[in-house]
Every structure is written in C-alpha cells, then in structure tokens.
C-alpha cells in the first residue's frame, strides 16, 4: 500500500481489495491521513446531538482553529450550495440519505481534506457526492475503496484503478 504515492496523484481513484480485511486496513490507514483524506461514511458518523451546522463548524473550529461564528460563516455559502441551509439546524435523526452525503461532504470541506473517500457507496451515492463537489466548484479528488469484485459497478465513473496491494 503506497498511499503516501497516492496522495500525490491528481486523479480520482478506484480502490480495490481482495477481501474484507484489506479495505478494513485501509480505511483505518486513511483515518490516519485525517488531514488530507476526508472519509464519507457512516463508520465515521455524524454527531447526533448537534445539528448540521454544528457538525461541520466543529470541523473548522477542531482542525483549523477557527472560531465558531468565523466558521458558521464561511460555511453558509456552502450549505446554499448544495441545498442544505433549511436543513442547517437539523440533527442526524431528522436527516434524509442526502443530506447526510452533503452533511459529510462539507465536513470533509471544512477540515480542508483534499480528498473524500467512499468505502462500496452505491453507484448513486458517487453520482450525489459528485455533483455536490461541481456545485461547490472545489478540486477535492474522489476516492472509492470497494472489493476487486465489484469493480464494475464503478467502472463508468472513469477513476484511475489501483489494487490496494498494487498498481493495475
């Protein structure tokens, strides 16, 4: 596993494993890389007893040491973005599928992560996270970690293919 390697890659990547395991071990190496790679999953949940807003603030306030009012700020243009300011004051539990994916996204934003990695998101998932990431206009790479089996389903994305183990 280079991922120091593909950390440097600009492209958007199809990450494939042989087993269970292996995309396991990944993902608690990428968890590593908190400050560059944002993970989008339900593995890494969203506080339930704060709101969207919240969520994503503590990001900035955490990450970047930036004050909470600054961070609410800097973040109200983005929840308009991608449709989430009626959704800011909502907590998890009141949340559709969507609005977590966006929720996460914005996270991943606000820690300045330069990559948002999927582990097996449906194929729909991907198409969301993609568009919100065109509607914000940012550069984020996209990564999708999934078993070598089930590379097809994420073939018409066109992400470069790497095998966990190695380059194929």
Not at 41 to 55: C, G, Q
Request: charged share 25%.
């Amino acid at each position: 596993m280079n991922l120091a390697y593909w950390l440097n890659l600009k492209d958007n990547l199809l990450l494939l494993a042989e087993n269970r395991e292996e995309i396991e071990a990944f993902m608690e190496l990428s968890a590593k890389f908190h400050h560059q790679i944002g993970i989008v999953s339900d593995r890494y949940p969203l506080l339930a007893s704060l709101t969207v807003l919240e969520n994503i603030a503590l990001m900035a306030m955490y990450h970047r040491n930036v004050p909470l009012a600054r961070a609410e700020e800097q973040t109200g243009p983005e929840l308009k973005a991608l449709g989430l300011a009626d959704a800011a004051g909502k907590r998890l539990e009141d949340l559709t599928r969507e609005e977590v994916l966006n929720t996460y996204l914005l996270r991943c934003l606000a820690k300045n992560n330069i990559i948002v990695l999927m582990n097996t998101p449906a194929a729909s998932e991907i198409e969301f996270v993609l568009g919100g990431l065109a509607r914000l206009g940012r550069k984020l790479r996209l990564w999708i970690a999934c078993l070598a089996g089930d590379a097809e389903t994420y073939r018409r994305f066109a992400l470069r293919t790497i095998a966990v183990g190695g380059e194929t």
